[in-house]
Nanobody, 122 residues
Framework: QVQVVESGGGLVQAGDSLRLSCAASGRTFSSPVRGWFRQAPGKEREFIAAISWTDGSTDHADSVKGRFTIFGDKVKNTLYLQMNTLKPEDTAVYYC???????????????WGQGTQVTVSS
């Protein structure tokens, strides 16, 4: 089992920056892939970014490329999502997930946090 806990959400204005954190514990060695997803009201949960602790590979959704960056500390098992130039359409609950396959497919992630709300006002 792997436990993940997100933090860092909040209310910001358009154009602001925010950094989300995700702490993982448990059998983390069995799930070396970390991902960020988000879900806005009435919409499906969508992929934002992923990173592999195995080789450092990263992937970002086209909608956030150039604005959001996934990075982390493998030793501390802490994941981050740096979000810059936030837009009102970035408003959503942001989830951290852990899995064993590097993918943008949410169904391939086994462990999920409770989510943290990000609200961007115009």
């Amino acid at each position: 089992q792997v436990q993940v806990v997100e933090s860092g959400g909040g209310l910001v204005q358009a154009g602001d920056s925010l950094r989300l954190s995700c702490a993982a514990s448990g059998r983390t060695f069995s799930s070396p892939v970390r991902g960020w997803f988000r879900q806005a009201p009435g919409k499906e949960r969508e992929f934002i970014a992923a990173i592999s602790w195995t080789d450092g590979s990263t992937d970002h959704a086209d909608s956030v490329k150039g604005r959001f960056t996934i990075f982390g500390d493998k030793v501390k098992n802490t994941l981050y999502l740096q979000m810059n130039t936030l837009k009102p359409e970035d408003t959503a609950v942001y989830y951290c997930a852990a899995g064993s396959r590097f993918s943008s497919n949410r169904n391939l992630y086994d462990y999920w946090g409770q989510g943290t709300q990000v609200t961007v006002s115009s």
